[in-house]
């Protein structure tokens, strides 16, 4: 049986997730279906679209994504501490962005005097409301809901779009976040479909590499706020040109035809979080086959764990051979 989501995130041990949605028809999601020429590529600014649109509703940040022929891959980071920091009115407007309310809720926005047992059901109504902007499962539904119905229209048929649930898992270190947001940011140019990051369309990359030419970073996706800026209230802890450069280095490795090399502003970096060369190249590449579950050092993995109280450490060997670096 599929393990429940209840026990799969744990934002007592991190807020950082991978998550990853597969297509399951013969017809791809995005691109060109190989069997009937039809091209399906407009569909990547609806995944786009939907997606930095959930971003403004929800108190989920994107970290990184890329919108695949088949697949999605997101980095999500669930801001709990936000959603704290809401009013009641301010849960219920941001809920109805996205789903239309009954005249109780609408009362309740405008301020209008309920009865006391109308104020019972919209109090019970916020805290639902509550649980659910910052519920990964929510996010996705309500991303991947409009998208199969948009889908299905088009292609004049009925039933399933997306594989009957999307595959998470918990990142609970900084380690394991950099190298899956390289995995997901690589996506195009280790599938060859880009030959280099800011050439991959519908990706966070190409979104934050335009940014970074204007001395910006996307409004729409979690902030680098550096190594240095760990006072501030939420952000990546990376500097924003030593990312972009070491994916940009990464990338140039593993296309056939560059002779890459890690630069030094990168080799800091993976200095920094203590990853040899060669642990970094496998990771950022090879992320989703060493990784079925949780990653992190086998400290972290065994805290999460216990949480959750978990049994089993899926995963520890390769946890420990690639992240626990003496």
Known sequence: MPTPRKALVSLEDTPYYHCISRCV???FLCGVDRYTGQSFEHRRDWVESRLLELAS???IDICAYAVMSNHLHLVLR???ELVKCWSDIDVVTQWQKLFKGDSLNHDFVKGEMLESYQQTIINKRVKEY???LIDISWFMRAL???IARKANAEDKCKGRFWEGRFKSQALLDETAVLACMAYVDLNPVRAKVAKTPDTSDFTSIQKRINAAMKGE???TLLPFVGNERRDMPKGLMFNPKDYLQLVDDTGRIIRDDKRGAIS????QLLDRLNIPQ????KLSCEFTKLFKGPVGTLQELDRYCEHLERKRRQGAANCHRWLDIA
């Open 25 to 27: 028809r013969k017809a």
């Open 57 to 59: 509703v929800f108190a």
């Open 78 to 80: 669930v801001d709990a």
């Open 130 to 132: 509550r649980l659910r």
């Open 144 to 146: 991947n809901e409009p």
């Open 217 to 219: 970073q996307p409004p």
């Open 264 to 267: 030094q502003s990168s080799q």
């Open 278 to 281: 060669e642990n970094w190249l």
